[in-house]
């Protein structure tokens, strides 16, 4: 089987493949061009007479589960990525099923990170085939270098739902990592001795997969309240020692810049947002927990304290900079779909108004609606972004992968879509003629923010209106480039193979683009 | 003669610099090492770049590792020059990168110094967005901020600096080592359209003509270089009215209250009251030679509350400027500057005023019932035309 055949030119100009590992996709048709017309995944139908009479699904040990679970050659097993750098989950399934001598899984986890480094052995020996999820790290190195057997599939996060929900990813085994569970299986991240927050990224894997798991190191008494994940969706229930190391979700990024460069980014980006008249009362806005969006929340912030204005919602990830502004009466609700930090965690457990929220109610395309459709401005980060406003978040310029897709593309939905990012970093342009990896259209990106100036989407005359007059520094955006490459230099062609190595799907279930062989 | 010699800066932690080794040996012709993180990108260019500088030094064997963390043309060039001048000293020729037509444009004696960020000479990771944070002038350190070893590799990085970064209209000044080492700093950067020479350390009126001169002699076009002596010790705060009137081109008078109160003997406090005589001094002198009175620098970065006291204080004193060592510090003190509402009310009245009586061919300007002078126009004249720079009217 070739990991990636028939390849044709989409709409967006990218030669992608219309069979993946075996299976047929479908080209990229266009912005809100596709729409499928089968019905949704058809969950295996159990029946509450094959379980214990007292509920109890507790077994010894998570290889008896996997075991009890059918687990065999070439089936699908997911994992959420809630504890992100600290899981201890993915890689113990994937060592007992190297123990029992299975081959070829495809492992489908919400996200990767570079933890799950371990993970290497197994794609080598062949205990995995391919993994379809975000590939960063030592991974994405590796599937970068066209080790992987299988070709990469790198989906949003909604992307992810809406394929389990939809049945194009079919999940054979689910093993969700919860903070606290009782012996049915009712679940959740909030309580326990490590809780990491809400369970959004897994409910549509405990709804759909043939068998669902839950891990768990805090066993509760009947009943664990509330129920991220229900008991009745459960198979099984493992009590293990540890699921994860909390301290490694907040490492990183969650902390407010301090580069003067980065906070001249977020203040463009805050000062834009009031120019172009999104700043009001009532408004609703997502900023991420990387280190430009905090900045440019707290610059807002402090902008909406300055006017006596309040938000009506914000979307998390949350941190303890939203949860201040929340306790300080800047915004009434705070949607959260990930939670960084215990400041964080115990509001959203303790206040009504800071609300978990499944990732189908922000960002399934096949919503019927979702949240993110409301949200006034979307600040994000990316690697690469080119003249025509494409972005790339999932490819660094030498084609190596970086980055999974995360809520980028999901994102593009909001009103208006803001890209933050340094002109420059390490002498290597941002700004190209043609993104390396093509993840989100440039129609859907309405503004890049850089330290050098703000380029409007020309397709977004209403913002170039409102802020014409603003004193800020709005530029064409091909001319920001000039200045970077008069001073950078221009960098060669990253050379790169025609071998695909994984495929960057859309929002919609079609195909992006093509993810290709690095050469050395 | 030292045969292997190194220049610039490299590790985990470094940024948009490099390290070079050179070793001048006798034969094998010229062999490049090259690690760089951008290397599949801009690795065959930094090798070309590297040969060209060779070829025009005319060097015909070494052995030359180059340690690259994303370094630009002007930093590699400026780095490969020092480690060759410091592996032979008899080099005496001068690689220029090319000058950028945003390097050249001029400043004027009157001119707005509210601001003037501090950029130390060896570090270029923090120069090349320095233009950015709108101060009213850069300062490329020569001083204070760069080891005694590394002098010689930090003014030929200023001077590539000067010729290749657009700093965006900020006044372009470069801060000196004292003399005689300062001499050698005005040699190698006083041609590269620098507008103003900071003198550290100034304790007398010679000192600032013999950098003058020396300045004068050395310059190819006839352009005024300006001139602000900064005073940091006790003879030097004496001295601040000979000093600030000593030549044409002195522009400002700046305080510097870390050495001068180390001078003085006692420890700088957040009130800075120990220093209240030098700074009337330096208010004082500066006015009355008809120059800016610049403030000292503040030191706690994180404290923005507390710089905007301080400048408010430093305004109220008569200071026109003050010292900034973090980018994020510009606005506040730009901020602090400003003439307050009723300030400004004020100052157009009687620039009203002034320019009626003018008009109706009165010797006398009166607002109401009071007379007022001259100065007091001046003064509104001058209030109002910083309110135009920073944005209020």
Known sequence: MKKADKFMKNAAGRLVPTIVNGKPVIPFQGVNKYRPTHKGAAPRVPTCIDYPKDCNKIVDSLKEALIKSGLKDGMTISTHHHYRNGDYVANRIFDIAAELGVKDLIWAPSAAFPCHAPIIKHLESGVVHHIEGSLNGPLGDFCSHGKMKGLGYLRSHGGRYRAVADGELHIDIAVLAASAADMMGNANGVLGKHPFGPVSFSRVDSKNADRTLVVTDTLIDFPCYPWDIMGNDVDFVVVVDEIGDPEQIVSGTTRITKSPDRLLIAEYAAKFVDAAGILKDGMNFQAGAGGTSLAFVDFINKMMTEKGIKARSLIGGSTKYLVDMMNNGRTDYIFDGQTFGLEAISSLRDNPKHIPIDIFDIYDFHAKGNLVQMMDVIVLGSTEVDVNFNANCVTHSDGRMLHGIGGFQNCMMAKCTMIAVPSFRDRIPVIKDEVTTLVAPGELVDVIVTERGIAINPLRNDLIEATKNSGLPIRDIKDIKAEIDDMCGIPAKPKLSDEAVAVVEWVDGTILDTVRKVEE | ?393
């Open chain 2, 1 to 393: 003669m030292a045969k292997i010699a190194s220049a610039g800066n490299y590790g985990p932690k470094i940024r948009s610099d490099c390290m070079v080794t050179i070793e001048l040996t006798d034969s094998g012709g010229i062999q490049i090492e090259l690690i760089s993180k951008v290397k599949n990108y801009f690795g065959d260019h930094i090798i070309s770049l590297a040969q060209k500088e060779l070829a025009f030094f005319g060097i015909e064997n070494t052995k030359v590792k180059i340690e690259d963390q994303g370094a630009l043309d002007f930093v590699i060039s400026a780095r490969i020059e020092a480690a060759l001048k410091k592996a032979d000293n008899t080099i005496s020729k001068s690689y220029l990168p090319e000058m950028k037509e945003h390097c050249k444009y001029k400043t004027a004696k009157e001119r707005l110094r509210r601001s003037r960020l501090y950029l130390p000479g060896g570090s270029p990771k923090l120069m090349l967005n320095a233009g950015l944070h709108g101060s009213d002038g850069i300062i490329l350190d020569l001083e204070d901020s760069v080891h005694p070893d590394v002098k010689d590799s930090a003014r030929i990085l200023v001077r590539n600096a000067l010729r290749t970064i657009d700093f965006k209209n900020s006044e372009r000044m470069v801060r000196i080592n004292q003399l005689p080492i300062g001499f050698e700093d005005i040699k190698e950067i006083i041609n590269e359209n620098v507008h103003v020479v900071l003198i550290p350390k100034c304790e007398s009126k010679q000192q600032v003509t013999d950098i003058d001169t020396y300045i004068k002699k050395l310059k190819k076009d006839k352009s005024p270089v300006f001139l602000m002596p900064i005073i940091e010790s006790a003879k030097g705060v004496i001295n601040t009215y000979e000093i600030a009137s000593s030549c044409d081109n002195v522009v400002a008078l700046a305080l510097g209250l870390e050495d001068y109160t180390a001078d003085i003997g006692v420890m700088r406090s957040k009130s800075e009251k120990e220093c209240f005589f030098a700074k009337s001094m330096v208010v004082n002198a500066a006015k009355a030679a008809g120059v800016q009175a610049i403030d000292t620098v503040f030191s706690d970065v994180g404290d923005m509350d507390g710089l905007y006291e301080n400048v408010k204080q430093a305004k109220a004193m008569g200071f026109d400027g003050k010292g900034c060592i973090h980018p994020r510090q510009i606005k506040v003190v730009h901020e602090a500057f400003l003439h307050t509402k009723e300030e400004l009310v004020k100052a157009q009245q009687i620039v009203d005023a002034y320019n009626t009586a003018k008009k109706e061919g009165k010797g006398v300007v009166s607002l109401g019932s009071k007379m007022i002078d001259p100065p007091v126009v001046k003064q509104a004249q001058h209030i109002l035309k910083m309110a135009k720079v920073g944005g209020m009217i």
